[in-house]
């Protein structure tokens, strides 16, 4: 059976200071769409949710694009986030560890890859 696409999803364990920036949540995600070869549909949403819950707070992310969409949320008290891409095109998952890196330092990253079909 053929794939409809691709999903990457990144747990990042223990990151920076720069989740809890939201300047730096927009630029990340403005340089991973072209990173990973993708095209942004729109600005990205980017909001502080879970204020009631200290141990959940922290900024979402939602950028749409043209085969998909890119999604995370970054938890403050603790520096973890999570990454999804998902896309009908092929997502380079190392590409998008780097930006990851470059922007956030985690000091762990578990990568999970799904194969997406109906």
């Not at 999570?82 to 998952?93: G, P």
Request: glycine content about 6%; hydrophobic content about 45%.
């Amino acid at each position: 059976m053929e794939a409809w696409g691709s999903h990457v999803a990144l747990d990042c364990a223990g990151g920076n200071d720069n989740i809890k920036d939201r300047q730096q949540v927009y630029d990340f995600v403005k340089e991973l769409v072209p990173a990973i070869d993708m095209k942004a549909f729109g600005e990205p949403i980017i909001e502080h949710f879970a204020a009631h819950a200290e141990d959940k707070a922290g900024f979402s992310l939602v950028q749409l694009i043209e085969t998909s969409c890119i999604t995370a949320h970054f938890v403050n008290s603790n520096g973890d986030f999570y990454l999804d891409i998902f896309s009908c095109k092929h997502v380079d998952a190392n590409v998008a560890i780097e930006v990851v890196k470059k922007y956030f330092a985690p000091k762990s990253i578990k990568q999970h890859y799904l194969v997406r079909q109906a």
